[in-house]
């Protein structure tokens, strides 16, 4: 049975992979950040939506500069990766852009060792070198 963080990933995943598809049709015939935007609008009307809905909105006042500062920069990295990745997928295939797109997942371990502290096992490490080869397997047109 799947714990309740590794339901939420898999949700993640497949989600990600409609967002691709999705993307890649909605982009066809606009520029790709224009489409970004348009993304990005429906997010913040779903996201207020449930913010709302749930009464969490008392909680902005709660949050520390700290996190403010750090939740900034992490929206400003996701726009940067949206803009990017629009783009890509604007000029290439889907099933190819979204391997390599998924290098954040490598990077995501290398970053959280060398900046977080955190430990990865020797098992850990073949599992991101596979999934970096797998990537550039997928996205690789030979």
Same mark, same amino acid.
């Given at each position: 049975?799947?714990? @309740? ?7 993640? /995943? ?14 066809? /015939? ?6 970004t935007? !348009?993304? @990005? ?5 779903? !996201? ?10 008392g909680? +902005?006042? @709660?949050?520390?500069t ?11 990295a ?28 490598? +990077? ?5 060792? +060398? ?14 070198? +596979? ?12």
């Amino acid at each position: 049975m799947l714990q @309740t963080w590794q339901l939420w990933a898999v949700m993640a /995943a497949v989600f990600a992979a409609l967002t691709a598809i999705f993307a890649k049709v909605g982009v066809e /015939a606009i520029n790709s950040d224009l489409a970004t935007m !348009v993304r @990005t609008v429906v997010i913040l009307v779903i !996201v207020v939506g449930i913010v709302a809905a749930s009464g969490q909105f008392g909680g +902005l006042a @709660t949050i520390s500069t700290r996190s403010y500062v750090f939740l900034a920069l992490s929206g400003t990295a996701t726009g940067a990766s949206w803009l990017c990745y629009f783009r890509a997928l604007k000029m290439g295939d889907a099933a190819r852009v979204a391997p390599i797109d998924k290098l954040s997942v490598v +990077l995501v371990a290398v970053f959280g060792v +060398l900046f977080l502290g955190e430990q990865l096992s020797a098992p850990n490490w073949v599992g991101v070198a +596979l999934i970096g080869a797998g990537a550039i397997l997928v996205a690789y047109k030979g």
